[in-house]
């Protein structure tokens, strides 16, 4: 399986590196008398591997240096820090890796779902489409969704508000969780599947924390909750993608290869972590950031969503429902998750710090959020937490305000006649529909 996925993860990154779809759909390369047809399980792999890589690489890398786990410190990574080299054209390329290599290549692999029959496939295919409109509304608010991916037929698709493409999110994800518990159809995901190799349950638990990770964010704590208990129930349910090495990498590891020394763990982060003695994953976390790193290795499982993370929606949400006997059980297992991640011992010792468990009748809000800060090191979740709750407190740099969004990509400025204004969005002010 290591093999395979190595083969499949180059032909991806290949994809990337030489695709010209615009992010708006449709092969425009392509002869319409001598057409094409790749069969969905073909087609499966590079997606899969597509969504993981940006959403292991961009929107890992511009949320966590925004929220201070990480910092840029050379070349053009230092103004990103600053704020004032968050210019569009920095944002294009992770705009059209989710809209073309993820979710015009979606499109199309449902429709083959569609056309064959295969019912489990189009649910898979259905909650990650749900994925990475989420993610991309996360960050962007409103986003061309009902005119987008419509090729040459609409090359200017308007913008949707943030709030209806959310929910034709939630949609996707109860209509995929839907065909998995019913017939599995003509072709039956299998070994392709690189994110659960086709096991349909696995599926069900990630449409259920995806769909908790949005409720959380919509304020909705009581079904937030629900559906957080029914997702995973250990390490072992968490969905993400197994880089098999170094010929074929995590992209983390890439990036401190080719870009040694643009951006390191953050000293901001490393002094909240030590208020509580928390040697062991920072020892861990904070060596310098390169090829050797102990945590940022070739072959990275790289998480799209995880155990721990439910485990801390949960202790959230029963928090601010006055159940503080489960919010206590679940933010320690949410720290242990996190020792476990790291491989970092000293679990026992670390909690038993009346800083890090006062018990259960003391445990506040602010402390379940900071050890969930500490827990998603590298997930870009981090980023929506820090907008919804205001922990971490953080302080922006130099004192100037920390962006609470990110900017729209120059190319739908230069290219689409429906996008707001060049210099309309103020990352600094402009919040997002779910933060306003």
């Not at 109860?174 to 299998?190: F, H, M, Q, R, Y």
């Not at 924390?209 to 009581?222: I, T, V």
């Not at 880089?243 to 000293?267: H, I, S």
Request: net charge negative; with cysteine; hydrophobic share 40%.
């Amino acid at each position: 399986m290591k093999f395979l996925n190595k083969i499949l993860l180059i032909c991806a990154v290949t994809l990337v590196m030489v695709g010209c779809e615009d992010y708006i759909g449709g092969d425009l390369n392509a002869d319409p008398n001598n057409p094409t047809s790749v069969p969905v399980q073909a087609q499966m792999p590079s997606i899969q591997i597509n969504l993981a890589d940006v959403y292991g690489g961009a929107f890992s890398r511009f949320n966590c240096m925004l929220v201070q786990q990480v910092e840029g410190v050379a070349r053009q990574w230092s103004s990103f820090n600053q704020y004032t080299g968050l210019t569009p054209n920095r944002f294009d390329a992770a705009w059209n890796n989710i809209y073309e290599n993820v979710l015009n290549e979606i499109r199309i692999a449902k429709d083959n779902a569609t056309a064959d029959g295969s019912n489990h496939y189009l649910g898979v295919l259905k909650i990650m489409e749900a994925f990475a409109w989420l993610t991309a509304a996360d960050v962007w608010d409103d986003i061309p969704f009902s005119e987008a991916l419509q090729g040459e037929a609409n090359f200017s698709p308007g913008y949707d508000d943030q709030r209806t493409v959310i929910n034709a999110a939630y949609a996707m994800i109860d209509e995929g969780i839907t065909l998995l518990n019913g017939p599995a159809g003509a072709v039956v995901p299998g070994g392709e599947d690189v994110f659960f190799g086709g096991n349909t349950a696995a599926w069900i638990k990630a449409g259920n924390a995806l769909k908790a990770r949005g409720l959380l964010h919509d304020g909705d704590y009581p079904k937030a909750m629900d559906l957080a208990m029914n997702s995973f129930a250990s390490a072992d349910d968490n969905w993400g993608f197994q880089y098999p090495d170094a010929n074929a990498a995590g992209q983390w590891y890439r990036f401190n290869r080719d870009r040694t020394g643009d951006l390191e763990f953050n000293p901001q982060f490393g002094a909240m972590l030590m208020e509580t003695n928390d040697t062991n994953r920072m020892k861990i976390m904070n060596p310098v950031f390169t090829t050797d790193h102990p945590y940022m290795v070739a072959d990275f499982f790289q998480e799209l969503i995880t155990y721990r993370e439910m485990q801390f929606v949960v202790a959230e949400c029963a928090m601010r429902a006055g159940d503080n006997a489960t919010a206590h059980t679940s933010y320690l297992n949410g720290i242990k998750a996190s020792f476990d991640r790291l491989g970092a011992a000293g679990y026992d010792d670390y909690v038993a710090q009346s800083s890090v468990d006062p018990g259960a009748a003391d445990l506040t809000l602010e402390m379940i959020m900071n050890q969930k800060y500490v827990a998603m090191f590298l997930q870009p979740e981090v980023f929506s937490d820090w907008r919804r709750t205001l922990f971490p407190k953080l302080t922006g740099v130099q004192n100037t305000v920390i962006p609470v969004r990110w900017d729209y990509p120059s190319t739908e400025y230069l290219f689409n006649s429906n996008a707001p204004a060049a210099g309309a969005v103020d990352i600094q002010v402009d919040r997002v529909g779910w933060n306003r």
